[in-house]
């Protein structure tokens, strides 16, 4: 597969610079300026915010994907951004969300989702290489 068209997905959590000042109205609006970004970059996510802090799931090619990490991760909003995951992927999840912003319960069920079809999708290609 082509390096630069490789499908990549990133992760992080981060806390917010202005906790009390942060509403969901915000972070909402954050999602509806970085859609149209997004849809150009070919960038699809989710977005939540829960006690003053983030969490930011992106999928895409990675050259691009890199790049919006590397603004996100300047951001003033935020600080102590911590990578949760940073690496390929074969599947996009969230096509159908340039930048979704869901509530934290939400944002977990998705994530806890995935966990279980990467975990069946395993188990699948070790009791395939037995038989
Ligand atoms: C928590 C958080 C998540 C963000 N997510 C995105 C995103 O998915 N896409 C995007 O274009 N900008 C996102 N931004 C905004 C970028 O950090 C940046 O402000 C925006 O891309 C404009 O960058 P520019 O001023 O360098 O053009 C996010 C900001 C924060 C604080």
Redesign the pocket.
Known sequence: MGCRLQLWKLSYV?IATAPGAMLEAD?RT??A??QP??LR?N?T?I?T?QKGR?A?L?EGPKTELQA?MA??A??S??HSVKLIVDGPTHIRRYADWS?AYLDPKEFMRNQIDDLLEQTAIVAEAVSSSLH
Do not use: K
């Open positions: 981060s972070v954050i999602c300026l970085a970004h997004n970059a960038i996510g977005l915010y983030f930011q992106l919006l603004r996100i300047v951001d909003r935020h930048m």
